[in-house]
């Protein structure tokens, strides 16, 4: 079983840097089957794919994030990191990290998410 889990500060304001963390347990983020990414739900939308890191430590974003986004991994952990920044209100969502399984092109595990509100 993979567990996933994500944490970080529930409440920024406008303007400053959001930092998650999502730590990883019965998998190794070093496994060359999959990759790691961050996923959002913001209110009343649908799921956003922010970006990915895979095991060789390769990113690719989205271009709707890419100039203020970054992932990063703590293997002495087995933790992946996400750096938003230059938040603003529409930035409040649910942040997900999820498993992708390169081989079938689907993600398999989640964590529960966690809640970030960006208000002044």
């Known amino acids: 079983q993979v567990w996933l889990q994500e944490s970080g500060p529930g409440l920024l304001k406008p303007s400053q840097t959001l930092s998650l963390t999502c730590s990883v347990s019965?998998?190794?983020?070093?496994?060359?089957?999959?990759?790691w990414s961050w996923i959002r739900q913001s209110p009343g939308k649908g799921l956003e794919w922010i970006g990915v890191i895979s095991y060789d430590n390769m990113n690719y974003f989205s271009p709707s994030f890419q100039n203020r986004t970054s992932i990063s991994r703590d293997t002495s952990k087995n933790q992946i990191s996400l750096q938003l920044n230059s938040l603003t209100p529409e930035d409040t969502a649910v942040y997900y990290c999820?498993?992708?399984?390169?081989?079938?092109?689907?993600?398999?595990?989640w964590g529960q998410g966690t809640q970030v509100t960006v208000s002044s």
């Open positions: 999820a498993r992708w399984v390169v081989t079938f092109r689907a993600f398999d595990y």
């Open positions: 019965g998998e190794s983020i070093l496994t060359t089957s999959y990759a």
